[in-house]
């Protein structure tokens, strides 16, 4: 079988794929407060086109996707989508990244679908510093959408950015969600993918500084194994019956187990989050590319890989400065 490898022996098998780049939040880590400039619906990938560039990445061996945004929920006819995408038995793993807003009414539906988990994004614990996070009032919704999730068969994931003076008073609350809740709760380095640049900080929450952080307030942490291409680097208070973990993003200390290309709402491919992107799909199917013709090009630029993230944005010449919201976080 033809499959996707790059020079450094790196396999990739994993696709996140940005439904949207619209958003119903404004979160402050991820874009300015007026928004983001959103293209024209007519530059978004359709869903037609969504489900062939997936077939034909899973015919080069992906067998899992992330679908993540913007908002995928905010796009009209996603449950379709999801609905059709898992026809695809190649696909081992469906996975979505959400703000949970919108879920609540499809969770059922979501339980009938091969659906492997749902991570929800989730700053705050507190109705008021989640409103200020988001500058949205959605903490009841969001919040709902949680405990319906937790009590659903779907698995789940929190994601928690870590924002210095913002939320680091509540790491320990969220490891506390562990306890009696079968859930995987992430600590996500903030990045400066916020649409403006790095923002100002008082300290910064690191991995080394968030993992010192909990390590200061239980005697006793369990390294929890996971897979050679996790994102996070995983644990466990004993007896606790979910886990934590610290998503290295920023530091990018897990390059060397990448398996993962994204791509973008408007069809951008990229090899790495840190690289500018490297052509765009959406034009090649516009303009008639074969199957044969698009498997070759995503066999080759997979090649060109860079080895890691630091490498990536070095070779694109700029800082890092667009927002989550269009690469897909
Ligand atoms: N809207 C959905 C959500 O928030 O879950 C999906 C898209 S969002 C871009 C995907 C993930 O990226 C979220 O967990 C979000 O917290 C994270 N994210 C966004 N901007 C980030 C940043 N500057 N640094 C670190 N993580 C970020
Ligand atoms: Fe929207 Fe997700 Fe970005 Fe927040 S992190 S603004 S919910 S895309």
């Known amino acids: 079988m033809q499959e996707l490898k790059d020079k ?26 007026q928004g983001i400039n959103i293209v024209d619906r007519k530059e978004l990938l359709s869903y037609k086109e969504m489900y062939r560039i997936t077939r034909v990445l899973s015919e080069l061996g992906v067998n899992k996707v992330r679908l993540t945004g913007g908002e995928p929920f905010v796009r009209k006819d996603f449950m379709n989508f ?20 919108l879920i609540s009414s499809h969770i059922e539906k979501l339980e009938t679908l091969n659906i492997n988990a749902i991570n929800l994004s989730i700053d705050s614990l507190q109705k008021e510093k989640f409103d200020k996070i988001t500058r949205r009032t959605v903490f009841k919704d969001v919040y709902n959408s949680f405990e ?6 779907l698995k789940l994931k929190l994601n928690v950015v870590v924002q210095s003076g913002f939320n680091t008073d509540e790491i320990i609350d969220f490891v506390e969600l562990s306890k009696d809740k079968n859930i995987a709760v992430r600590f996500i380095e903030e990045m400066p993918f ?43 208070i004993p007896n ?23 791509i973008t709402a408007t069809g951008l491919f990229k090899n790495c989050l840190f690289d500018g992107g490297v052509f765009n799909v959406r034009d090649f199917l516009r303009n008639g590319a074969s ?26 010449g700029v800082d890092v400065s667009e927002s989550m919201s269009t690469i897909g976080g």
């Open 8 to 33: 450094f022996g790196r396999k990739i098998t994993y696709l996140r794929l940005a439904i949207t780049d619209r958003c119903n939040f404004r979160c402050q880590y991820c874009m300015p407060a």
């Open 82 to 101: 999801l609905e059709s995408l898992s026809f695809n038995e190649k696909l081992e793993e469906i996975n979505i990244t959400t703000n949970g807003a």
């Open 148 to 153: 319906k999730l937790e009590k659903s068969k």
């Open 194 to 236: 916020n649409g403006k640049g790095q923002r100002d900080m008082n300290e910064v929450w690191n991995f080394n500084k968030i993992n010192a952080h909990i390590k200061n307030h239980y005697p006793h942490i369990e390294t929890v194994l996971s897979k050679k291409s996790s994102t996070s680097l995983n644990y466990r």
């Open 240 to 262: 606790y019956k979910g886990t934590f973990g610290i998503i290295p993003a920023f530091t990018r200390t897990i390059c060397n187990d990448c398996n993962r290309i994204r």
């Open 291 to 316: 199957d044969d013709e698009l498997k070759e090009l995503f066999i080759d630029t997979v090649h060109h890989k860079p080895e890691n993230g630091f490498i990536a944005e070095a070779l694109r």
